[in-house]
């Protein structure tokens, strides 16, 4: 498991928790139907890091990847947006 580099956050519309595992951190998270949301802090050195070589690596556990996307804002179903 790589170091922890980039951390989930709580955030305003988390209504939930995926329970983590072993290194694996609880993750707080919005939850409807279909839809699982989270929030990560990305300290400063990391964001210098993202900027020059301009990508991140997502992981997942478990035996296949469900589709994704990353994003730096989100506008959530009763009309409010989150950065």
């Known amino acids: 498991?790589?170091?922890k580099e980039i951390e989930p956050q709580?955030?305003?519309h988390?209504?939930?928790?995926?329970k983590g595992f072993g290194d694996v951190p609880d993750l707080p998270c919005y939850k409807e139907p279909g839809l699982v949301v989270s929030c990560w802090?990305?300290?400063l050195?990391?964001?210098l890091r993202i900027l020059?070589?301009?990508k991140i690596f997502l992981?997942?556990?478990?035996?296949t990847?469900?589709?994704v996307t990353i994003t730096t804002r989100i506008e959530f179903t009763d009309g409010s947006e989150e950065k």
Not at 59 to 63: E, N, R, S
């Open 59 to 63: 992981m997942v556990a478990g035996t």
């Open 1 to 3: 498991m790589p170091t």
């Open 41 to 43: 802090k990305i300290p």
């Open 10 to 12: 709580k955030f305003k």
């Open 65 to 67: 990847h469900p589709p």
């Open 14 to 18: 988390a209504n939930g928790v995926l």
């Open 52 to 54: 020059l070589a301009g």
């Open 45 to 47: 050195w990391q964001r």
